[in-house]
């Protein structure tokens, strides 16, 4: 069994975005990767970093059209060679499998190399030419690991006629398993494409004829779901890795000043009070949100250990990233949870204001309660947990 990587592993190029990537490549190294294409995404952070994390990993990595663009040399290894003994009874007993390492060309991609040298992409489709004959002499198949869209692994399985395995992710489509020749097979070279975002893992099954050549493959994409058992060294990784994230987040947020924090409201606009003052004249609406997960959804976050993580913030509070809306604790202590004004607006003028206020509707309860994060959310259910208003006949259906 060889685990792969087919480039674009890296998160996103900021402090959080590093301390994920740190973590991923240690976890890499536990499960025992070999090799991993390295895509654009892990040069974003710059040269150095890009250093660090390669020292760190204990696979080999691979990149056949990242260049330099003084020389056209590849900045890595761009090819690498496994021998792989196969199970008793097989008509052959060891096969070489090459690797290629391939990513998207880009002609607006430029990476600053160590001493002003710049790294540029290649076209994929020429790179692999240029190296295949050499490649195939030391390997009996050719797989090719590859960070580029769909239609463009496609065009590179129809176009580079000596590749036998095509490997990749990048945006959000799976392709179909081996009863489907018309997606995953384009003369001799087969595909698999899984996701991105690490959700889902592809296993490739190859038997091999007696020309140690490929005479069939069972590709199958296997979602990471919780039902697969945790393994507890890893998921204690994860646990390190949030919480460290989350203190950083933190200190990083207590830092800002109370001027800087606070976006500049306009005004003329109603702003956010909490949803403690409603309670005065709304009491029932009030007595019924309290008994509701909704008064206590930023608690699941400080449970979790995220109660500063940007991604989680926005549904667990009022109106964050919005003018005037949830910063921090700190700073906005009342626009925790998901208050009356998540769902009804700003409030500062109502009801001094006089006109009309809270216009609202059962089909904003999708924005939070997302396929992703809310796999249950059935609203026949769940409206009725929350209701705090009059049915309306027609709502009603009588
Ligand atoms: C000082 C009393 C008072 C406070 C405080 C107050 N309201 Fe009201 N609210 C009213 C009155 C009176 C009405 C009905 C008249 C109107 O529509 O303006 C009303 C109407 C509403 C309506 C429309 C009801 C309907 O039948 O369509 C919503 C929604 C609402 N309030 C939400 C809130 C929320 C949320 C808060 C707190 C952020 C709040 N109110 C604070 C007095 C108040
Ligand atoms: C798109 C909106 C959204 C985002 C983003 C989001 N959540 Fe939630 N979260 C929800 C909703 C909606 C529920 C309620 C799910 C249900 O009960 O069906 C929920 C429920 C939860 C719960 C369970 C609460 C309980 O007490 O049962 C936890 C814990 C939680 N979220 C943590 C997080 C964390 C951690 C993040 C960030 C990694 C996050 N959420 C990001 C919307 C979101
Ligand atoms: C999760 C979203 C959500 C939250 C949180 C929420 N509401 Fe509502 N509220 C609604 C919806 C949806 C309606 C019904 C709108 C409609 O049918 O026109 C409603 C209706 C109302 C009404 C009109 C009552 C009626 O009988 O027609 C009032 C008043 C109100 N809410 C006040 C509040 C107050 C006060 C809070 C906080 C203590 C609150 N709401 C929290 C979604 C919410
Ligand atoms: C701003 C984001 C947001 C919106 C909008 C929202 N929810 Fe939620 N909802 C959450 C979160 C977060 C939780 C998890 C709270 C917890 O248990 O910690 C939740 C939990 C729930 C729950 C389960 C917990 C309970 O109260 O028993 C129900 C039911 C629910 N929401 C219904 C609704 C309905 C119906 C609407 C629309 C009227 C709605 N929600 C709109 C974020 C939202």
Redo the contacts with the bound molecule.
Sequence with gaps: MLFVDAGDWSGDPNPQGAMQTRALIEAMNVLGYEIANVGQRELAPGWEVFQERAKQARFELVSANLVWQDSGEPILAPTTVRKVTLRNGARVKEVRIGFIGLCQNNPAFQAQGPGGRRIVTLDPAAAAEKLLPGLRKKADIVVALVSMDLDLARALARRVKDIDLVLGGGGPIQTRPDDFPEDTQFGRSRLMYVGDQGKILGEVRLFFNAQRGIASTQRAAIGLSSEWPEDPALAQLMERTKAAINDDNRARTEAQSPFAAAPATAPQQAIFTGSERCAECHQDEAAAWKA???A??F??LVKANQDYNPKCIG??TIAYGQPGGYTSPMMTPTLQN?GCE??HGASSRHPAGGGPYGRTS?V??L???TRENSPDYDPAT??P??RHWKERPAAAGK
């Design positions: 509701t997960g909704h206590h959804a608690q699941a549904c667990h998901v998540a769902c059962t904003l309860c924005t939070c309660h769940y409206i947990k929350i």
